[in-house]
């Protein structure tokens, strides 16, 4: 798959059922349709927020940038804001094909929804673990 952002030609990366395309190059990461889901629910963290349904649905956020096409059916994507603090602006496919994440962008999500559960589990710091050394930007 080709990166949105650089088109780079991404990797996949596997994290138990679940399959990422990231991108060496800019950090960035495409998940399909149910594998934000997928990963949120193995790590039991509530996804209730973070369904694909209803990011295509939030509202369109502004930005300068140039819009990114989706690497499966090449339409402009949307961007949105699923964070809180900090606010984090993901792009979306208005087809629901998935979400890309710029590079960093996981991390700090999770970051986002552990922080709510001072009750860590084992399992939660290994993925963030995982996920931050193979998705944190290097700026
Ligand atoms: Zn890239
Ligand atoms: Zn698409």
């Known amino acids: 798959m080709i990166c949105?952002?650089?088109?780079?030609?991404?990797i996949v990366v596997e994290y138990h059922d679940i399959e990422l395309?990231?991108?060496?190059?800019?950090?960035?990461?495409?998940f399909d349709s149910a594998e934000l889901e997928l990963l949120l629910k193995s790590l039991n963290l509530d996804s209730q927020n973070l369904l694909l349904d209803d990011i295509v649905k939030s509202p369109e956020v502004e930005s300068s940038g140039k819009k990114r096409k989706c690497?499966?059916?090449?339409?402009?994507m949307k961007k949105t804001?699923?964070?809180k603090h900090p606010e984090l602006?993901?792009?979306v496919c208005p087809q629901k094909h998935g979400l890309w994440f710029d590079g960093g962008e996981?991390?700090?999500?999770?970051?986002?929804?552990?922080?709510?559960?001072?009750?860590?589990?084992d399992a939660q710091q290994q993925v963030i673990s995982f996920l931050g050394e193979t998705f944190e930007a290097e700026a």
Request: charge should be positive; aromatic fraction near 4%.
């Open 89 to 91: 602006f993901i792009d």
């Open 71 to 76: 690497p499966i059916c090449n339409k402009k």
């Open 106 to 121: 996981v991390a700090q999500l999770l970051k986002q929804l552990t922080g709510k559960k001072p009750a860590r589990q």
């Open 21 to 30: 395309d990231h991108c060496n190059d800019c950090h960035g990461v495409w």
């Open 81 to 83: 804001n699923i964070g």
């Open 4 to 10: 949105p952002t650089c088109k780079s030609d991404m």
